[in-house]
C-alpha cells in the first residue's frame, strides 16, 4: 500500500508541528528518525487519520485516511505511549481490538492468543495488563497492532522498554512481515536498530524533512566530503600511503594516525577510490589490513543531517 | 457550507450505515458492553451513588420502627390493611412519601450525578488513557463509539436507580403491609418509566458534554443548575429535559391521587397557563433529542483531532 | 583569551541553605493556588462570579442595614444574614450548592492528579514529609474557599457598615461579627476542604472525585432534610440526630453555634424546630474531620513508587 504525503504542513495553534513535508512510501521498512520533537509522531498520527493537516493532502492507497473508514481495516498501530484498559488481561486487550474488526468471540480469543504465544507472552497474558511490565506492555502492543496481520504498520519507538531478545524477535517479525509485502514505518531514537532493519530512512527536524529515500544515495547527494580510513599491515607504510593519496586528484584532504595504524582520506568521489585504490596498493606493494568509512552509518548521516541543520 | 455539505452526505449514508451497524453489532456491541459495564461496577464513585441511595431506604427503615406500634390493621377480603392511628389509609400516606422523596431525591439529584459521573467513565476516561486513539485506528464507526458506550450507560444508569426506586418503595411501603404494596405499583412503575426517560436524555446531554469538554463535571454541573433547575421553571422550559420528564410525570400523577398539580412541576408559563407537553409527544422528543445527541456527539469523536 | 571571571551581583550573594520546610510547604500551596486559579479555568472563574453576583444582587442590593446581621422571627429564632449566605439556593436563597461545586472543582484533580501522572513521587522526594505534603494541598483549596466565604461575607458587611454612613460606632458595635465571620468561614472552608481532598485521594481521577463530592456534600443533606422533615411531622424522637448525617447540616449547626443563635432547618418557608446540643455537635464534627484526615494520611502513606 502507499502512502503520499504532499505538502503537508500541522500547525497547532501558533506552533507549527510540521511543515511542508513530501513523502512517498511504499512497501517494505522505511524508518523515520530524528530528535525529540521533530515532528515523527505528528506526521505518524496524520497517516493513521488520527489527525488532519492543515495545509497539503494525506493519502493512503489515494483515499484520506481522516474520513475513510475502509483503510482502517488495514492499519496497525504501535504508539509511542502506554494505551491499556489497564483492568483486562493482555488476552482479552488484544482479543477486545479483534472485535472491532467484526470477529467472532472464539476466533478473535484464537487469534489473539496465538499472536501473544508468537511474541512470548503465553504465560502472562491471563494476567491483567496493570501487572506488566514494560517489555511485556510494549510486546502486547505490537501483539495488538499486528493480530489481524494489516497492511500497514505504524510503529512509534517499538523497541523502547524492550529487552534484547525481544528486540531481536520484533526485528525478525517486521523484516519477515515486509518481506511478505507489507508497508512498515517506524520510528526509533536507536539509530543501529533501524539501520540493521532497513537502507530506507526519512529524516525530520524541526517538522521539516531534511531527507527521504536510501541512506547511501543521500549520502551521496550531501556535498560534504566522505572520510575513507586505510588501514596497512606495515605501520612502516603510513606516510607512503599518505603521501601517495595527498597527489590524487579526488583527494581533499588527508591525516594519519600513527595511534590506531591508519590513514584518513577525505573526497568527494568515494566511488572512484574504491574502484582505483586496489590498483594503487597493487602498484605500489601495499598490503592493507581494512578499508572503511564510518560515513557509511546512519549514525554519521543524522549527526550531519540533523546536527547539521542545528547549527545552520 | 462544507458542514451542510458533509451533513447532507452522512443523512444519504443513513441506511446503508444502519445495515451495516446492525450486521456489525453481534460482535462489536458485547465485548463493549461488557467493558464498560466492568468499568461502571469498579469505578469507586459508583459505589459512593449506591451507598446515597441506600441512605433514604435506611432512614425509610428508621420511620418504619418508630411508627410501627401505631398501626391498627383490618381485614378486607382476605387483604391486611393498614391504618395509622387517626384511621387514615397508611398507603395512600406513603405513596405521597414515596413519589416526593423518589423526585426530590433520585429524579433531581443523583440521577443527573450519575449521568455525568457515567458519561465521563465511559467517554472521557477513552481520552485520558489515550484508548480512543487505538478505537479510531480500527475501522469502528464513531458512532458505534459512542452508541454502545452510551446504551452501556443507560442500562446501568436505569438499572442502579432503578433498583434504589424499588428498594425506596418498598422500605417506604413496608408499613402498609403487602396490600398497600401492591396498591400502588402503578406509582413505582410511572417512576421507572421517567427513570428510564431520564436516563435516556440524560446520559445523552452528558455525553456530548464529555466528547466536547475536557472537564465535563464542571460543564455538567453549570448546565445543570443554570438550565435544567431555573430555566426549565421559567417561560421557555421546553427548551429543557425537566419539563418533558415532568410532562411524563404530571400526566400520570395527576390521575394517581398524588396530591401534586402543574405548580408543583412548574409546568406553567407566567401567565398561569398549563404548558405541560403530551406525555406521548413528550416521550418521542427526549427519544428523537438523544438521537440527534449521539450523532452530534459521533461527529465530535470523528473530528476530535490527537 | 584570558578574562578575570565576573559574576553578577545577586549570584555572590546568593544562600546556598535550602529553604525552610514550612516556606517550601507555603511556596507549594500558593503555586497549585496560582495554576488553579487561572482564567483559563473558566468553569471555576465563572461559579466565583456568581457568588460574588449572588451576594451582590441578595445580600446587598436587597438588604436592610437595621436588620444586618440578624433579625427576629418570633419563636426565639433569628434570621442571621452570615447564616443565609451559606444556606440552601432554593430553600433559603443561600449560596450552598455553588459553594459545594467550587470545593469540589477546586480539590477534586488536588490530589488525585498527582497520583494518577505519578507527580506525587517527585513531591515526596522533597525535603517534605507525607504530612507536609497533605498541608500543601489543602492551602490552595482552603484559599479558594476563603475568596468565596470570608471575601463576600467582608463584603457584605462593609456595605452594611457604609450603609449605616460609616460611624465608628457601629464597628464598635460588630466588632464581634468580623471575629464570628471570619471563625465561621474558617470552619466552613476547612471542613469542605478536607473532605474534598479525602475525595480526591481515594477516587484519584479528577472528574469523578468532583461529581462524588458533590453528590456525598449535597445528595446527603438534601437527603437527610427531607427525612427531617418527614419524621418531624410524624413527631419521631430523635429526628434531630439525623442531620448530623449530612456534612453541610452538620457545618450549619456550627455556623449557628458561632452566632449564638438557635438551629433551625429552614423548609417549607418556615423554620423548623432542632434540638442538637454542641457537645454532641462537636463530637460529631471532629469524628467525620479526624477520620477524613487520618484516611487521606493512610492513604498517602500507603503509597509506593512500585511501578
Same mark, same amino acid.
Given at each position: ?312 | ?306 | ?60 442590593l436587597f438588604a436592610d442595614s437595621e436588620n444586618y446581621p440578624c433579625m427576629d422571627m418570633g419563636d426565639e429564632y433569628q434570621r442571621c444574614v452570615p447564616l443565609d449566605y451559606y444556606g440552601d439556593f #432554593?430553600?433559603? /436563597?443561600?449560596?450552598? @450548592?455553588?459553594? *459545594?461545586?467550587?470545593? =469540589?472543582?477546586?480539590?477534586?484533580? &488536588?490530589? $488525585? ?102 453528590? #456525598?456534600?449535597? /445528595?446527603?443533606?438534601? @437527603?437527610?432534610? *427531607?427525612?427531617?422533615? =418527614?419524621?418531624?411531622?410524624?413527631? &419521631?424522637? $430523635? ?69
Amino acid at each position: 500500500m502507499r502512502i503520499k504525503l504532499e505538502q503537508v504542513t500541522k500547525n497547532y495553534g501558533n506552533v507549527q508541528g510540521i511543515s511542508n513535508i513530501n513523502l512517498d512510501v511504499g512497501t517494505g521498512i522505511t524508518g523515520i528518525l530524528g530528535p525529540n520533537g521533530a515532528g515523527k509522531s505528528t506526521t505518524m498520527k496524520m497517516i493513521l487519520g488520527l489527525s488532519r493537516p492543515s495545509r497539503g493532502r494525506v493519502t493512503v492507497e489515494g483515499k484520506d485516511p481522516f474520513t475513510s473508514q475502509d483503510l482502517k481495516r488495514n492499519f496497525g498501530f504501535v504508539p509511542e505511549y502506554d494505551c491499556f484498559y489497564e483492568h483486562m488481561t493482555g488476552l482479552e486487550f488484544v482479543a477486545y481490538f479483534l472485535r472491532m474488526h467484526d470477529i467472532s468471540k472464539e476466533k478473535a480469543e484464537g487469534m489473539a492468543r496465538e499472536s501473544l504465544s508468537e511474541l512470548g507472552l503465553e504465560l502472562a497474558m491471563d494476567r491483567k495488563i496493570n501487572t506488566y511490565s514494560r517489555g511485556m506492555r510494549q510486546k502486547t502492543k505490537v501483539a495488538r497492532a499486528t493480530v489481524f496481520n494489516p497492511e500497514i504498520l505504524i510503529m512509534d519507538e517499538p523497541f523502547q522498554g524492550a529487552d534484547p531478545t525481544t528486540r531481536i524477535l520484533l526485528m525478525e517479525k517486521m523484516t519477515k512481515w515486509a518481506e511478505n509485502g507489507k508497508t512498515i514505518l517506524v520510528s526509533s531514537h536507536i539509530l543501529h536498530d533501524v539501520q540493521s532493519l532497513t537502507d530506507n530512512i526519512a529524516l525530520i527536524n524541526n517538522g521539516k524533512m531534511l531527507a527521504y529515500g536510501n541512506r547511501h544515495e543521500i549520502r551521496d547527494l550531501i556535498n560534504i566530503p566522505r572520510p575513507i580510513s586505510i588501514v596497512p599491515v606495515k605501520k612502516g607504510n603510513l606516510r607512503k600511503l599518505a603521501k601517495i593519496m595527498i597527489d590524487k586528484k579526488w583527494t581533499k584532504a588527508t591525516a594519519i594516525d600513527e595511534e590506531n595504524n591508519e590513514v584518513t582520506i577525505e573526497t568527494n568521489q568515494s566511488e572512484e577510490i574504491y574502484l582505483e585504490l586496489p590498483k594503487i596498493l597493487q602498484k605500489e606493494k601495499i598490503t592493507v589490513e581494512k578499508i572503511y568509512s564510518e560515513d557509511d552509518s546512519l549514525d554519521s548521516l543524522y549527526s550531519k543531517l540533523v546536527e547539521g541543520a542545528q547549527w545552520k | 457550507m462544507e458542514m451542510i455539505k458533509r451533513t447532507l452526505e452522512d443523512v444519504s449514508q443513513i441506511p446503508v450505515m444502519l445495515q451495516t451497524f446492525a450486521k456489525r453489532s453481534k460482535n462489536v456491541f458485547p465485548p463493549i458492553a461488557k467493558d464498560s459495564m466492568y468499568r461502571l461496577l469498579i469505578n469507586k464513585v459508583t459505589w459512593v451513588i449506591i451507598a446515597i441511595l441506600l441512605l433514604p431506604c435506611l432512614l425509610g427503615v428508621i420511620i418504619y420502627y418508630q411508627t410501627d406500634e401505631d398501626r391498627q390493621i383490618q381485614n378486607i377480603d382476605g387483604d391486611k390493611v393498614y391504618y395509622n392511628s387517626e384511621g387514615d389509609l397508611i398507603h395512600e400516606e406513603k405513596i405521597e412519601a414515596f413519589a416526593g422523596q423518589n423526585y426530590m431525591i433520585i429524579i433531581i439529584i443523583v440521577a443527573v450525578i450519575v449521568a455525568i459521573v457515567f458519561s465521563s467513565e465511559l467517554i472521557n476516561e477513552e481520552y485520558e488513557k489515550k484508548t480512543m486513539q487505538l478505537l479510531k485506528t480500527t475501522p469502528i464507526h464513531s458512532f458505534e463509539i459512542l452508541l454502545y458506550r452510551y446504551i452501556t450507560g443507560v442500562i446501568c444508569m436505569f438499572g442502579i436507580l432503578g433498583l434504589g426506586s424499588i428498594l425506596l418503595y418498598y422500605t417506604t411501603m413496608m408499613s402498609s403491609g403487602l396490600h398497600g404494596i401492591l396498591e400502588n405499583l402503578d406509582v413505582l412503575s410511572l417512576m421507572l418509566k421517567v427513570l428510564l426517560f431520564e436516563s435516556i436524555a440524560f446520559m445523552a446531554v452528558f455525553c456530548i458534554f464529555t466528547v466536547y469538554f475536557e472537564k465535563p463535571f464542571l460543564v455538567g454541573i453549570i448546565y445543570w443548575a443554570v438550565w435544567e433547575r431555573i430555566v426549565s421553571t421559567q417561560n421557555y422550559q421546553k427548551l429543557t429535559v425537566t419539563h418533558y420528564l415532568d410532562s411524563i410525570m404530571f400526566d400520570s400523577a395527576k390521575d394517581m391521587n398524588l396530591g401534586v398539580d402543574a405548580e408543583f412541576f412548574n409546568l406553567v408559563n407566567s401567565s398561569g397557563d398549563i404548558i405541560a407537553t403530551e406525555p406521548l409527544n413528550a416521550m418521542l422528543t427526549i427519544i428523537i433529542f438523544a438521537i440527534f445527541a449521539l450523532w452530534f456527539g459521533a461527529r465530535g469523536i470523528a473530528n476530535k483531532q490527537f | 583569551m584570558k578574562s578575570k571571571a565576573q559574576v553578577s551581583e545577586r549570584f555572590r550573594d546568593f544562600d546556598a541553605n535550602l529553604t525552610t520546610r514550612p516556606w517550601i510547604v507555603i511556596g507549594m500551596g500558593l503555586r497549585k493556588f496560582g495554576q488553579i486559579m487561572k482564567f483559563k479555568n473558566y468553569g471555576l472563574w465563572s461559579l466565583i462570579v456568581i457568588v460574588y453576583l449572588f451576594a451582590l444582587v441578595r445580600f446587598i442590593l436587597f438588604a436592610d442595614s437595621e436588620n444586618y446581621p440578624c433579625m427576629d422571627m418570633g419563636d426565639e429564632y433569628q434570621r442571621c444574614v452570615p447564616l443565609d449566605y451559606y444556606g440552601d439556593f #432554593f430553600t433559603q /436563597g443561600g449560596t450552598r @450548592i455553588f459553594l *459545594i461545586s467550587i470545593a =469540589a472543582i477546586a480539590s477534586g484533580g &488536588v490530589i $488525585g492528579n498527582d497520583m494518577a501522572n505519578k507527580s506525587i513521587h517527585l513531591y515526596l522526594s522533597r525535603p517534605i514529609s507525607r504530612l507536609d505534603y497533605l498541608i500543601a494541598r489543602f492551602i490552595p483549596v482552603f484559599l479558594i474557599m476563603i475568596l468565596v466565604t470570608l471575601v463576600p461575607n467582608i463584603m457584605i458587611f462593609t456595605s452594611m457598615w457604609s450603609d449605616s454612613g460609616l460611624k465608628t460606632d457601629w464597628l464598635l458595635d460588630h466588632k464581634w461579627l468580623i471575629f464570628d465571620l471570619i471563625v465561621q468561614a474558617m470552619v466552613y472552608s476547612t471542613g469542605l476542604a478536607i473532605i474534598g481532598l479525602t475525595f480526591s485521594t481515594a477516587i484519584k481521577k479528577e472528574n469523578p472525585a468532583s461529581a462524588a463530592f458533590f453528590l #456525598f456534600i449535597y /445528595g446527603s443533606s438534601t @437527603i437527610c432534610e *427531607i427525612f427531617f422533615i =418527614a419524621l418531624k411531622v410524624i413527631e &419521631v424522637d $430523635g429526628a434531630d440526630f439525623i442531620l448530623l448525617l449530612s456534612v453541610s447540616h452538620l457545618l450549619d449547626c456550627i455556623s449557628f453555634a458561632i452566632f449564638d443563635a438557635k438551629y433551625y432547618v429552614m423548609a417549607s418557608g418556615f423554620p423548623w424546630e432542632t434540638d442538637i446540643s454542641n457537645i454532641q455537635i462537636g463530637a460529631v464534627f471532629t469524628v467525620i474531620f479526624a477520620g477524613c484526615s487520618g484516611l487521606m494520611y493512610w492513604m498517602i502513606q500507603q503509597m509506593e513508587a512500585n511501578k
